[in-house]
């Protein structure tokens, strides 16, 4: 049976990037193409760059895109680290029109958190797997016999006065030039606050910084079995379009 590719698009805080995938696979088909996310990232001014990517790609067949914040029912009610407008807005609907064809949105840690499960570090696991993206906020995804909790905002629990996401998501090391070791010892306190709340079993770290697991795993402490994403920052784009490859769009 020939395969039928989907386009997995993972919007995040600095970039949006998208590739098609054999959702059967989870084989990333083509070079992902990378666009900065415009600013300020209005509903409008996102929706008009998913648009252009669709038709660089002359692309027509379905779409599945992660992006970040809490997604209910296709429906944006959180925006922790996006522009405050998208409060509200129906994300399905928005990117269908500007695509101008059907679409699956979920929340960008649970599409990487499902490509991670099914064909990453988490293949197999059945126990309590936690799959964290470290990037420009922390997206979290929680999995119990394969099967996902949805919408998952561990990056909001409050650590040092601020968010955990505030203190300790990849983009903080940047900007505020901290060693691995500095960092890491920031991760320890928010893995302390994940573990005390719930058990995981399994901590699969994944985003652009998993590429670099060698220079950080070495001074985090967790209970968990910790363990670099095998998807890296692909995870998203795959899983995405897993979500839109199961629906008959
Ligand atoms: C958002 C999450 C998202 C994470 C990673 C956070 O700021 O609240 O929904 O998964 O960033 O992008």
Redo the contacts with the bound molecule.
Sequence with gaps: MPVLPVLGIDI??SGIRAALVDADEGAVLTAPLEVATPYPASPQAVADEVAKIVSTLEWQGPVGIGF???IRAGVVA?A??IDTSWIGVDATELFGRAIAGTCVVL???DAAGLAEMRFGAGAGHDETVLVL?L??????ALFYRQQLFPNL?L??LPLRGGSA?EYAAASVRTQENLSWQEWGGRLNQFFGQIERLLSPDLIIIGGGVSQRSDQFFPYLRTRAQLAPARLLNQAGIVGAACQAGKLDL
């Design positions: 995040g805080g970040p914040a809490v959180t922790a680290n929340n960008d840690a993206t990037g420009t906020g922390i997206g979290s905002e990056g909001s996401e």
